[in-house]
């Protein structure tokens, strides 16, 4: 009779280099896959979770514009992010033309910025201009463009007057179409 053969037991399985290198693989892949959605899936949703509302600016008592005058009014951007720096002390320029500060159009209230490039303009009172310094804009009283590369008129905000107090909403870096009415054309 044979002798039955002993079985010699196996080792166990040592992991090959190539399944550690296809799990290495798959681990680099999902960590790449996760650092590149987060961003994009908060780029999609992020207009779904921003503030409806838009901040308001208080300029002030109405009493602080004499009729006819064009004053600067200069403060701190509500919207502002923090690598903005000083660019968030920004102003409007606020021309009183009525008496009756309740009355719609009794005043008007110009962006800082040039329409051309969007470089800050000075008002002028002894020649009645507003004048950008980059590349000689000039702007009548009313905000009209006057002469230079400028476009179009000055960018004009729509005030708000409640409890004899002057309010804007916080401005944005204007353009011909304002990006925080959507949908009004």
């Known amino acids: 009779m044979a002798m039955p053969t002993e079985k010699t037991p ?12 296809e799990l290495l693989t798959i681990l680099v892949g999902a960590v790449a896959t996760l650092a590149l959605a ?34 600067l009014k200069n403060f701190d951007n509500p919207i502002r992010q923090p690598w903005d720096g000083m660019t968030a002390n920004t102003g409007v320029y606020v021309r009183r033309l009525r008496e009756d500060a309740e009355q719609k159009g009794a005043f008007q209230i110009f ?18 201009l507003f004048m950008c310094p980059c590349h000689g804009g000039v702007y009548y009283a009313n905000g009209d463009h ?10 004009q905000i729509n005030p708000k007057v409640n409890n004899g107090r002057l309010y804007i909403e916080a401005p944005h870096l204007p353009t011909l179409q304002d990006t925080l009415r959507k949908g009004d054309g």
Do not use: M
Request: aromatic share 10%.
């Open 38 to 71: 987060i961003p994009l899936v908060g780029y999609l949703l992020g207009p779904l979770l921003k503030k409806k509302e838009t901040p308001t600016v208080d300029l002030g008592p109405v009493t602080d514009y004499p009729v006819g005058e064009t004053r």
């Open 146 to 155: 006057a002469s230079g590369p400028p476009p179009r008129g000055l960018f």
């Open 111 to 128: 962006a800082i910025n040039c329409a051309h490039l969007g470089c800050p303009v000075t008002w002028f009172p002894q020649s009645g």
């Open 10 to 21: 196996k080792a166990p399985a040592v992991p090959q280099r190539r399944s550690f290198f």
